[in-house]
């Protein structure tokens, strides 16, 4: 078992940073893969970026590539998201969640979840 928590969320002017970080307990987060989605109001959860459970692979969805940058620390049990040049349409609950598998950009397969932390741009 794997519990994950998220933090970091808040309200930004569009243009703006935040950085989410998702907090592992339980069995070793360094197994396992780790990705973050999101959710809008009234819309399905997206993914927006992966890595590896070592660090080594990444991926990111279009609209958030060259903005986002997707990290972790094993030693720390913690992963990042660190977002850059902030849109209204990044508005959402951001989601981390760990698989022990590979890399993946769909909410199957990953079997971890955290409650979620709000993340709103204003424009």
């Known amino acids: 078992q794997v519990q994950l928590v998220e933090s970091g969320g808040g309200l930004v002017q569009a243009g703006g940073s935040l950085r989410l970080s998702c907090a592992a307990s339980?069995?070793?987060?360094?197994?396992?893969?780790m990705g973050w989605f999101r959710q809008a109001p009234g819309k399905e959860r997206d993914f927006v970026a992966a890595?590896?459970?070592?660090?080594?692979?990444?991926d990111y969805a279009d609209s958030v590539k060259g903005r986002f940058t997707i990290s972790r620390d094993n030693a720390k049990n913690a992963g990042y998201l660190q977002m850059n040049s902030l849109k209204p349409e990044d508005t959402a609950v951001y989601y981390c969640?760990?698989?022990?598998?590979?890399?993946?950009?769909?909410?199957?397969?990953?079997?971890?979840w955290g409650q979620g932390t709000q993340v709103t741009v204003s424009s």
């Open positions: 339980g069995r070793t987060f360094s197994g396992y893969a």
């Open positions: 890595i590896s459970w070592s660090g080594v692979s990444t």
């Open positions: 969640a760990a698989n022990p598998s590979s890399v993946r950009r769909t909410t199957v397969g990953y079997k971890y």
